[in-house]
């Protein structure tokens, strides 16, 4: 538990152990606050402007692999409870987190800090991290945490209205490409991963990351943000900043859907900085496919002349070789490239 940064990072200068090498190092120039991260109005979605919206996600999948989402239909007040239920855990006594803190990363439902690799990683990353399954909800509510007391309760209700919200973002996508609306409404969404992160205020943020360059495993994410900036995309060679915007999601494109459209959507590197001032909490809502779901590019989405860009696997094989890549997430997809 002392290994958390929440539990000592108050007065301190930041450690050794957190200062990463300078070509990664943030530094301290302005990443300009962005405004060009498309902006997706949902309540147009319904009706006549469907279409329209539809091509909107994958322009912005195609471009960015990131938008945001306003008017997406999960209730503010939800939002809002579930978002400070989250700091209230990361704020409670020890004493109360002790029971799910675990530094063994096959625990399913575990607290603990930085990367699933805390002994042998180079840098550790400046932030707590509280991850739990929520399929099947009724099975897995069981093993999440009990305090603050209505975290079941509140995080069941935000977590049937997160993969909501994301199985309709994914049948604007299938509209989009051509495919029939439920094409990624089974197997290929079935499994959906709750991860809150906790970035306290940080003595050097030109220094250290909260979470280093990488991309998202798996078929889409659900991010909220909260109210504090700390999310870059980086896109033709420089980072860009995604503002936090009132009452919006941010959606990215995972892995297996860059597979899946054989690079049509694209899975964009991305990054959370820290900042000195206010504590930051994020919760990603991650929705993969189940273990044994088969992936491979489909083949209608492909132009006649056009040949897939990589072989057939399981979600799982994808996964164990993700995890075993610490530090070089950018190889992640090499093992399922097909060579032409
Ligand atoms: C992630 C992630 C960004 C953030 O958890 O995969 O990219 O802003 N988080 O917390
Ligand atoms: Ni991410």
């Not at 855990?89 to 799910?100: C, H, I, R, S």
């Not at 995604?242 to 597979?259: K, M, R, S, T, Y």
């Not at 209608?300 to 996964?319: H, I």
């Amino acid at each position: 538990m002392e290994k958390l940064v929440s539990s000592w990072f108050n007065d301190q200068p930041l450690p050794q152990s957190y200062i990463f090498p300078p070509d990664t190092r943030p530094g301290n120039h302005i990443i300009p606050g962005c405004t060009t991260i498309p902006v997706v109005d949902l309540s147009k979605a319904s009706g006549l402007h469907r279409t329209g919206i539809a091509q909107q996600i994958l322009k912005a999948s195609r471009e960015f692999g990131f938008f945001q989402v306003v008017n997406h239909g999960v209730p503010e007040n939800l939002v809002n409870d579930t978002m400070i239920l989250f700091k209230e855990f990361f704020e409670l006594p020890a004493e109360d987190k002790a029971d799910v803190y675990s530094e063994d990363p096959k625990r399913p439902c575990r607290l603990y800090t930085s990367s699933s690799s805390y002994e042998t990683e180079k840098v550790h990353l400046w932030r707590d991290n509280l991850r739990h399954p929520c399929h099947p909800l009724e099975e897995c509510i069981k093993i999440w945490p009990q305090k603050p007391t209505r975290y079941r309760e509140t995080v069941a209700a935000y977590s049937i209205e997160a993969k909501k919200l994301g199985l309709r973002i994914l049948e604007l996508v299938s509209e989009g490409l051509g495919l029939s609306p439920g094409f990624f409404g089974d197997k290929l969404s079935e499994s959906v991963l709750l991860s809150v992160n906790h970035y306290p205020p940080c003595p050097d943020p030109s220094l250290t990351l909260g979470v280093s360059k990488h991309c998202d495993p798996n078929l889409l994410t659900i991010l909220h943000q909260g109210d504090v900036y700390g999310l870059q995309v980086y896109k033709d060679g420089e980072w860009i900043g995604v503002e936090p915007l009132h009452n919006a999601f941010v959606v990215n494109i995972g892995h297996q859907l860059q597979i899946i459209s054989n690079n049509k959507l694209k899975s964009a590197e991305h990054r959370a900085v820290t900042n000195s001032k206010v504590a930051r909490t994020t919760a990603a809502f991650f929705i993969n496919p189940s273990d044994d779901c088969i992936i491979e590019p489909v083949g209608s989405l492909m132009d006649t002349d056009e040949s897939p860009a990589y072989r057939a696997f399981r979600f799982k094989e994808f996964l164990l070789n993700y995890i075993s890549l610490t530090g070089n997430p950018e190889k992640s997809l090499e093992p399922f490239k097909l060579h032409a």
